[in-house]
């Protein structure tokens, strides 16, 4: 084994010790495994060196080994974090390096384990309001506006932070509760978005993402791959945000004594029932278990919300071979790549009378 | 709260799919029970330390030079040592049981306790809950901070406010502290341990989320606000360093504390270094 492994200049190969969790859901255990590791490895490629060598039937999720796809999200040593980030130099000779999949999410397989938890919250979060009166092209925004919901949009989904938050996985029956840190940044970055016209997010967080179960302990903070700081500058400004509409302590008070102080909080409590979100707009409601929900009416009513300021060509879907599948195969397909999302008889840079953009002040006709 | 959600895997009628069957509560070999026990030790000396001295009465004014330690800060019963009261003796007498420094020391005590500093440093050293990050805690159920009593954590705006107020009542008496015996200007040790704890609580203070919040935190366009939006920026700058500014004056507190103890108790002298 490893014979044809490129020898790295520098140090020469060593023997390293893993022990890797292997079984399903019907139970498994640890399992030892001596393997070669060169320098400048990550535990990715250690793991890849095992399916080539001991293991070929170990299981694992991984995709663009930089860092930025967020699949390859496993448990090294006990601590949550990306395997193709994770140097084999931060670990000394004689260590035994342990990896485990994820333990808050329903496993699959190996290191493979179902994070659909994580997607299921995705569509529960109300997504972007568009402002009312303003064009798609006339969204005017100031750097310094925006530049606080920038930082949540690094984020990679890796659901590391997910994984590692002790109020599900810790506690199963809180996942009905709550969305975790991924989600409550979310909330954070539309809340903070100077376009948005929800002005509900607050409460939603609250009532409906379970923002109150954050004990802001900062594991969320400690995991990110992405230094997003999760717990300073998201679930700490929005439980700020919520402080200011619902724990004044006069309000709660009054609330107590009167009875009343439930108008601001009703709106978005009374509404819960699926966990979806009702008012976004007919397609909110349906948990599709393959991805995004391809409701043909919900697509029409997003266009309808859209003025290109001209006819727009309608999306179409590429072609596909008879039996229903895209020829992505090089053997029997016409062209050399799949095709183009832009349609194959497009060449780029497009004609500027192509362009879906009108520019308000610029391109009056 | 507790009304059932969508159907995701997890939720499915006849209970959760299993997670990977792994025993260990954790597999991490770092010493990650290291730093909560250090928080503990500290945390738990200093309650210890406050409660004794704040029940104490006694050794927390040197007359000579006119130092009041925080603690009894501001001191407004007429029990109160003669000159200690800089701002006279509204409430009279107190009865016993109650501590010169009930003005004071419930809004400093619940302005630390509601700080999501020590929040975090508290659930995890001292509630174990998580003990570190992907160590499983001990507790059977858990609600965070969604229902009573721990939904009081949320009024932390409130504490900051009055703790604002507490802090110039501190700088006032460290502005007197700048005299000698003779009531003419002066400085000694004490004078600058006092001064250096003012600057540890103003900037723990200012570094506050929720003094973040309210300087421009809440605002959605920092670009209408220029002002508020550089008073955010320089919060933000300090509010990264928070939990630093949390620990040292928690330090500077306790040192200013007993080094006014001991004067005033005649166990040394204070090192003078003008009058
Ligand atoms: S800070 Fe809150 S959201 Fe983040 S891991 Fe801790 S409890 Fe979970
Ligand atoms: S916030 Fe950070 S840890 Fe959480 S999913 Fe995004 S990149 Fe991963
Ligand atoms: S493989 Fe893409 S983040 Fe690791
Ligand atoms: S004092 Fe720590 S967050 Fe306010």
Redesign the pocket.
Known sequence: MGANDPQAAGKPATKRQFRIWRGDENGGDLQDYTVEVNEGEVVLDVIHRLQATDAPDLACRWNCKAGKCGSCSMEINGKPKLSCMTRMSTFTEDETITVTPLRTFPIIRDLVTDVSFNYEKARETPAFAPPPGVAPGDYRMQQIDVERSQEFRKCIECFL?QN?????RDHEENKTA?S??RY?IRAAELDMHPLDARNDRKEYAQAEQGLG???????????CPEHIK??DNG?IPMKERVVDRKYDPLVWLGSKIFRRGQVPQTSVTSGHSSGAVHSSGGAGGQHSHAGGSHDPQAELQAQKGVNWHREVPHPTAPAVDDRGKLPLTELTFDRAAAPSPFGDDVTFPLPPEHLNFAHPDQDKH | MTAPSATTPTTRPGGARPRAAIAARTLRTDRWWLQPLIIAAILLFFIVYSTIRIFMAKWYYVEDYHYLTPLYSPCISTECVPGSAHFGTPLGDFPFFIPLGIIAFPIVAGFRVTCYYYR?AGYRSLWAS?PA?AVNEPHKSYS?ETRFPLFVMNWHRYFFYLAALILLVNIYDAVLAFRGPDGNFGVGLGTLIILVNIVALAGYTASCHACRHVMGGRLKHFSKNPVRYRLWTFVSKLNVRHGTFAMTSLFTVILTDFYVMALSAGWFDDLRFIN
């Open positions: 932070c590692v938050c002790h109020v599900v709550f975790g840190p409550f179960f954050c004990n802001i302990t900062k594991c969320c903070t400690e995991v999760i717990t679930i | 975090k998580p990050c965070g």
